[in-house]
């Protein structure tokens, strides 16, 4: 892994001929990949060179040539590369035909999905803490890459661009500046009557970013609460600083089978009250693979009991979509809890051996769906998110 891994980095462009040579990825884990997007078609209304895979290589040349690039450090070189690379990846299984024309909806959020999977899993790109924020900027990038093109198209742009940028909280090296980068390389990387005007949005994207200091960071908000606040919606000014009413912490464990959750909470917070999704179904003589409904149930009517105490505890559980996440979220909030999202992860390697290990281990076929449909926790999802590598 780890060389192929050095093998693919050594593709990004760099002084002092800033040029890639494709040839060397042929042969290549991506190859099946790039086979795909030579196959999969675009829109010709925005896309007249055709095929993803054309447009791909053109997206990179244009990368490789723009100054705001080549003055980029090495490493955030190598991230914004890797993103174009794979930016369209998710128009292969996303691309269908609906009234005669050709569409791709939620390729970005898909692809996005797809490179954590192919980073992860076959480059061996998690571990340690660098690891898990290089592979995150990489996807970050790839999930908001059409924002600044379509930034004057969202209902609240100023709210977007807070929420987007907030997760360079998690990411350090995630900032609108990148996004804007690759946005522009990805409109100039393709044949369109409108290119100028769509550069010029991204353009107006990264200026309004700056006007409102979020263009190479987060927004310091005054605090976590009223950052959640802001960016969950609420009505208020950014910059104000919002009375804290909450009565205490819930911990919301979000992590693969075999992260190593039950030993980290045991180590750094033995001290609260726990629910364990696992052993309700261990009590109650349920499946990993069968109904999960009354596991659910017992969870949260135990969940509500704490609340309704304000007694800080513990919801251990995978969690590793948004939309499971936030309806546990909200049950807490709905009880006047403060929500602190915590992600764990190791290496791939040591994840299927760990999960090997465990007295009731999850078949490996299912770790890997479940690797395919994670979605790290952003960071305005709760009050306090945090990454970790154990």
Request: aromatic share 8%.
């Amino acid at each position: 892994m780890k060389r192929e891994w050095a093998k693919l980095l050594s593709l990004t462009p760099g002084p002092p001929d800033w040029r890639m040579d494709w040839d060397d990825l042929h042969g290549s884990r991506l190859q099946p990949y790039f086979t795909k997007m030579s196959e999969t078609e675009q829109n010709p209304a925005w896309h007249g060179e055709g095929d993803v895979w054309s447009h791909t290589r053109m997206v990179c040349g244009e990368l490789a040539a723009m100054p705001s690039y080549r003055s980029l450090p090495e490493k955030q070189r190598q991230e914004v590369f890797l993103a174009a690379l794979l930016h369209d990846i998710g128009k292969i299984p996303c691309t269908r035909l609906e009234e005669g024309r050709l569409i791709s909806p939620n390729h970005t959020a898909v692809g996005a999905r797809m490179a954590r999977e192919i980073l992860r899993v076959w480059y061996g790109l998690g571990g340690t803490g660098e690891q898990l924020e290089f592979r995150e900027t990489i996807c970050n990038l790839i999930r908001y890459h059409s924002v600044p093109t379509h930034i004057l198209d969202q209902p609240d742009p100023k709210r977007k661009l807070f929420q987007v940028a907030s997760d360079g909280e998690l990411a350090g090296d995630f900032s609108i500046a990148l996004l804007c980068i690759l946005g522009e390389a990805d409109v100039r990387g393709r044949i369109y009557k409108n290119v100028e005007d769509s550069a010029g949005m991204v353009r107006l994207c990264a200026e309004f970013a700056e006007e409102l200091t979020c263009l190479d960071g987060p927004f310091l908000f005054s605090d976590p609460y009223t950052e959640y606040a802001y960016l969950s919606g609420r009505n208020i000014v950014p910059g104000q600083e919002l009375y804290d009413d909450t009565w205490g912490e819930v911990l919301l464990m979000s992590g693969l089978p075999g992260t190593g959750k039950d030993t980290w909470i045991l180590e750094h917070h033995g001290d609260l009250p726990m629910i364990s999704l696992d052993r309700i179904r261990k009590e109650m003589h349920i499946s990993p693979l069968d109904n999960q409904g009354p596991v659910a149930a017992q969870a949260r009517e135990t969940a509500k009991e704490y609340l309704r105490k304000k007694q800080p505890f513990i919801w251990n559980a995978t969690s590793l979509t948004p939309s499971l996440r936030e309806k546990q979220i909200r049950l807490f909030h709905n009880y006047g809890a403060s929500v602190h999202v915590i992600y764990l992860e190791t290496g791939w390697e040591e994840q299927l051996c760990r999960n090997q290990n465990r007295t009731e281990s999850v078949p490996e076929q299912a770790i890997f769906q479940m690797q395919r449909n994670l979605v790290l926790p952003e960071r305005f999802e709760a009050e306090k998110v945090t990454w970790l590598s154990i």
